[in-house]
């Protein structure tokens, strides 16, 4: 099964810009929809946005306009690209295989503050 990395959190000012990766062990194409999550602190994890092996892409309403979701092929890499981060984007944000059997990573903290 490929696994799958998350990277690039950070500590990021309101307004500020930040790009997540997640890096895939094998062939990233091999994975139907790789899922875009976080986990703010004392709230449910909510799903941020998704992209299919076909290019398919989809976000939240929440994120819209201020996320992307883009991938590179050579590198089997998906990234999250985040812009005009505000204080309540602050959170773990993970990358999964949306398979019910996938399992999730460690995750990456994103944390918006002055």
């Known amino acids: 099964q490929v696994q799958l990395v998350e990277s690039g959190g950070g500590l990021v000012q309101p307004g500020g810009s930040l790009r997540l990766s997640c890096k895939a062990s094998?062939?990233?194409?091999?994975?139907?929809?790789i899922g875009w999550y976080r986990q703010a602190p004392g709230k449910e994890r909510e799903l941020v946005g998704f992209?299919?092996?076909?290019?398919?892409?989809n976000l939240s309403d929440s994120v819209k306009g201020r996320f992307t979701i883009s991938r590179d092929a050579v590198e089997n890499t998906v990234y999250l690209e985040m812009s005009s981060l505000r204080p309540d984007d602050t959170a773990v944000y993970y990358c999964?295989?949306?398979?019910?059997?996938?399992?999730w990573g460690q995750g990456t903290q994103v944390t918006v503050s002055l």
């Open positions: 992209i299919k092996a076909g290019g398919f892409i």
């Open positions: 999964k295989d949306l398979s019910p059997e996938a399992p």
């Open positions: 094998g062939n990233i194409y091999s994975i139907s929809t």
